[in-house]
């Protein structure tokens, strides 16, 4: 202490006091990359003190007040009083770091009648344990020597005054007293040689300003209690006044909500029969009051740890706390005790620093519940703070741990997002083996007997089947049953296809050649005539099964329609030597494309005939038989002669 490298490393201090007083000013800052403890929301914010280096008068001879305030509350341990963090001395400064305190002047006139109750419990109970634990005297009880902390809970400061009971003396006062506020001060106390009840007058006085304005039933006993203050706490007798100690045996400290409040507080020093009944019955006691004034003086206690490791509190109280009050539940469905917005605003700092504890009873229990309350975090919270936490847990050699911490990781898969929570690159290792989209869906009531469908063309189609077909020709309608599309340039064929046709039909030629036609040509006709002959025909209602069927064989007689009008025409058109419509030619044509692939012609051996050669008797020339030729010219053959 006192030594500059004793700063907390990642300190910022706020530029803008929140409050400056006659021997410091008050500063909020933030500790980054430290432990969440020092804040209960969980952001690292501090309070830290600054007071100038110098001599102030003769009771700060050996000490600064800045300094002396700082020696009390490290000496004097107590939850009600100021916690220390550390201090040091930067140049001529010195600084004083502590938990995140505000002045109590800032939040009064915010606070409920129950919460200035609670808060006077809370200080009384400081000055209680001052007086008989540490025989001191605080000396400057008002309300600038009170602080709230983060989770609104009163704290006791300003102990720069602070002496022991041997010290007090009139002299002491007499000094201090420039400084003291000067309604806390007792007109008597130079004189009077009974100095050790100053604190029991300043208290009076206290009570008085604080619970000013507020109603006689706002709080059991007010009346009474203010009126004991005035009569007992602020006798001119100094000696007539009782001790701190009785004060709290007063009924204004004692009735159902400031005893709820004791309980919880001192849960340490109860048996395990008192805490089993307490926690029976305690959320049915907290209905009664107001939600955000239970939440704000009970929503750290009812999440510290012997409220969490205390097997009837896990039962009947845990469960309900923990998990946000949904108002479109359902009556017969367990709900939460606190709302949404109060679960955000009060238990959600508590639950981020309860992550952070590394013990293995308190984590089992936030992790039993993550689901209820997951919700509540935002994106940030979850990501920067959730997810390390639970991470780190499943490298716990408890197997339970890691059981209960990979179920709450996939709570946070469909938040966050698998990448963010397993990290590292993923590929598509599973397929989506379902139908497509606009696969046939049945209709109710409809069932088609599949036992008598031997082809895939006799399934019923999942189109509307119309009785009266519009005027259209057999040979459209089957083009529009085509299962793909056609090729590119296929278009120009039908086009031709179709033009043909419609020749052939005025022409007569179609007649004429008949009898060179193959016999799927004459098929075609029957089968197209028959067709046309039934157009005529009065539709029949039928039954559903026989709908079904006889579409199913409709369609597939003008497909087939379709497929041999077709090659007919192909045929025709694949004719180019007038020799190819022989008779004979035709059928051995048939005959050949029988069999139109051979898989095994290249295996045939192949056994040819050994060729045989004769060598013909050819006279035998010599030079000897040349016989001249008298006939010829002896110029003949020289082409030019000299003369030319």
């Given at each position: ?5 004793s ?23 933030s ?5 969440r ?9 501090i ?10 008068g ?7 007040p800045?300094?002396?305030?700082c020696?009390?509350?490290?000496k004097?341990?107590?939850p009600f ?25 800032h939040?009064?006139?915010?606070q ?25 005297s ?12 983060g ?28 400084h003291?506020?000067?309604?806390a ?7 009077s040689?009974?100095?050790?009840t100053?604190d ?25 209690f ?34 709820l409040?004791?309980?919880?507080s ?16 305690i959320l049915?006691?907290?209905?009664c ?25 896990r039962v ?8 946000p ?14 709302s ?7 238990l ?8 952070s ?7 089992m229990?936030l ?5 209820k ?12 703070q ?7 847990g ?19 898969v ?9 990290g ?6 599973f ?18 007997n599949?036992?008598?469908c ?13 009785k009266n ?17 056609s090729?590119?340039g296929?278009?120009?064929i ?20 008949d ?37 199913c ?14 090659a ?10 007038i020799s ?15 069999d139109?692939?051979?898989?095994f012609a ?16 050819n ?26």
């Open positions: 202490m006192g030594n500059e490298a700063n907390l490393s990642g300190l910022e201090v706020y530029e803008k006091a929140c409050d400056c007083t006659d021997f410091w000013s008050h500063y909020q800052a500790v980054k990359d430290s432990c403890y020092f804040s209960v929301n969980g952001n690292g914010l309070s830290v003190f600054k007071g100038e280096i110098g001599s102030l003769p009771l700060w001879t050996v000490s600064t800045l300094e002396k305030f020696n009390n509350i490290l004097y341990r107590h009083i100021v916690r220390y963090i550390s201090s040091w001395l930067q140049r001529s400064t010195f600084h004083l770091a502590t938990e995140y305190v505000q002045p109590l002047a939040k009064l006139t915010s409920t009648p129950l919460q200035k109750c609670i808060g006077l419990n809370n200080i009384l109970q400081a000055l209680v344990f001052l007086h008989e634990h540490g025989q001191v605080h000396n400057n009880v008002c309300i600038s020597s009170i602080y709230i902390c989770d609104d809970q009163w704290k006791l400061g300003g102990l720069q005054y602070l002496c022991s009971f041997s010290e007090l003396t009139s002299t002491y006062l007499k000094q201090a007293r420039l003291r506020y000067d309604k001060i007792d007109p008597n106390e130079e004189s040689e009974y100095t050790a100053i029991q007058y300043a208290f009076a006085v206290l009570v008085d300003e604080v619970l000013n304005g507020c109603k006689d039933d706002d709080i059991p006993h007010l009346k009474d203010k009126t004991y203050c005035r009569e007992c706490l602020q006798n001119s007798e100094s000696t007539k006044r009782p001790k701190l100690s009785a004060v709290l045996q007063h009924n204004f400290f004692n009735h159902e909500f400031i005893l409040h004791k309980f919880l001192f849960l340490a020093l109860k048996t395990e029969d008192e805490k089993g009944e307490f926690f029976s019955n049915d006691h907290l209905k009051y107001d939600e955000e004034t239970v939440a704000k003086q009970f929503g750290g206690l009812l999440l510290s740890r012997l409220v969490l490791l205390d097997h009837t509190a009947n109280v845990i469960p309900y706390i923990l998990k009050r949904n108002d479109r539940q359902k009556n017969c469905e367990q709900n939460g005790f606190f949404l917005s109060i679960f955000k605003d009060h959600k700092p508590r639950l981020l620093q309860l992550f504890v590394r013990d293995s009873q308190i984590r229990i992790l039993t519940h993550f689901s309350y997951v919700n509540v975090f935002s994106h940030e919270e979850l990501s920067q959730i997810l390390p936490e639970l991470l780190l499943i490298k716990d050699i408890d197997d339970n741990l890691v059981s209960s911490t990979l179920q709450c990781l996939s709570e946070l469909p938040i966050l997002g698998a990448e963010t929570v397993i590292g690159k993923r590929s598509r290792i397929t989506d083996g379902r139908p497509n989209s606009n696969s046939v869906v049945k209709k109710e009531g409809n069932h088609v599949y036992n008598g031997n082809n895939l063309n006799e399934f019923s189609c999942s189109e509307n089947v119309y077909v519009i005027n259209q020709t057999i040979y459209d309608a089957a083009l529009s049953l085509n299962e793909r599309p090729p590119v296929g278009e120009s039908d086009v031709e296809n179709i033009s043909i046709l419609e020749n052939s039909k005025k022409t007569g030629e179609a007649e004429n050649w009898e060179w036609d193959n016999d799927s040509r004459e098929t075609t006709s029957e089968v197209f005539n028959e067709f046309k002959m039934n157009e005529n025909f009065i539709d029949i209602p039928l039954t559903n099964n026989e709908k079904a069927i006889d579409t064989s409709y369609q597939y007689e003008k497909s087939k329609t379709h497929l041999l009008q077709r007919a025409i192909e045929a025709k058109k694949n004719i180019i030597d190819e419509l022989d008779i004979k030619n035709t059928k051995e044509q048939m005959k050949k494309n029988v139109d692939v051979d898989f290249d295996m045939t051996p192949v056994i040819e005939k050994q060729n045989i050669i004769v060598l013909s008797d006279n035998i020339s010599s030079k000897f038989n040349f016989v001249p030729s008298i006939e010829n010219d002896d110029n003949e053959g020289w082409g030019e002669t000299w003369n030319d």
